[in-house]
């Protein structure tokens, strides 16, 4: 009997390396042929990463994941509720950026509350609300220090990166970082309760991005995650094209995936393509162990 389950288990393992090689085959296969640097990495249930070009990258909007932690982290510690209300002053609604929030404001401001702020930061990008909690969380400094050990960098808020094109390469992160800061999350070893739940639901009701991860996943697939783009350079470079998050499996296990397209000479549909079939292969490598 001994001998059988050893056997029985040997034959599983060969079978589980050699799914695992041909998944990591299908990256690359996904990944060449590009005018584009494409950062891939995947956090299995178990733990694990699979990584491709796991280098630090720009993030853009990507980076509203670590302040939405840092600002939750907060309330969290110091027992403040999702319903205090923020005053959204005139000088705050800058034009030029994109933001549903102050599109859906008089000229002279409103108030919201922080619940609010946060549902237009992550379901919707949203790059005011975003730099609003970035004040909350402490600036940028204080939402370094949040996710300084898993090597990721921040430094400027939405508005500095939309002063000058080259700002939008300085918060950056290694596709497998972001992977582990969702593992943490979904674990409930960053937030828990409300804070952690509300998270998890304006993940999952992500408004941008249909055509990236989301696009390579079934209908019916649970995702949460967070997209980031930036503006096109003079020549015409595509900085970074990302889009990150987990999904949840029909059996109810989670792996987390970050796809980071940068410095792409691509098409927008063509960026997208390249997530949306990276996120396939992910779902069709762990729906079959």
């Not at 393992?13 to 891939?40: M, N, P, W, Y």
């Not at 792409?264 to 063509?270: C, G, L, P």
Request: proline share 4%.
């Amino acid at each position: 009997m001994k001998k059988l389950l050893l056997l029985c288990l040997s034959v599983l393992t060969a079978s589980c390396d050699t799914a695992t090689r041909q998944f990591e085959s299908r990256l690359d296969e996904i990944l060449s042929g590009h005018k584009a640097f494409v950062g891939v990495a995947v956090r299995t249930p178990g733990g694990e990463t699979i990584a491709r070009n796991d280098t630090l990258l720009p993030m853009m909007s990507v980076f509203k994941f670590p302040v939405a932690l840092a600002v939750l982290d907060r309330m969290q510690r110091e027992g403040i509720p999702l319903t205090q209300p923020i005053s959204i002053t005139p000088d705050l609604l800058l034009p030029g950026t994109y933001s549903p929030m102050r599109d859906s404001l008089p000229a002279g401001g409103g108030t919201l509350t922080l619940g609010q702020l946060l549902r237009y930061m992550v379901s919707e990008s949203d790059n005011i609300a975003c730099d609003i909690l970035l004040r909350e969380a402490g600036g940028p400094e204080a939402v370094e220090a949040y996710v300084r050990s898993l090597g990721i960098g921040i430094a400027a808020s939405e508005e500095e990166m939309h002063r000058g094109i080259g700002n939008q390469r300085v918060n950056k992160a290694r596709p497998s970082s972001v992977c582990t800061l969702f593992d943490l999350f979904l674990q409930g070893r960053l937030l828990k309760g409300e804070y952690n739940a509300l998270l998890q639901r304006l993940l999952r009701g992500t408004t941008t991005g249909a055509n990236k991860l989301k696009a390579g996943l079934p209908a019916s697939t649970v995702i949460g995650h967070k997209t980031g783009s930036s503006d096109r350079t003079a020549e015409g470079i595509r900085i970074a094209d990302n889009d990150v998050g987990y999904v949840v499996l029909p059996d109810g296990r989670r792996y987390c995936i970050a796809v980071f397209v940068t410095e792409s000479e691509e098409n927008d549909a063509t960026n997208a393509a390249i997530a949306a079939s990276a996120s396939r292969a992910a779902y069709e490598y762990f729906s079959s162990k």
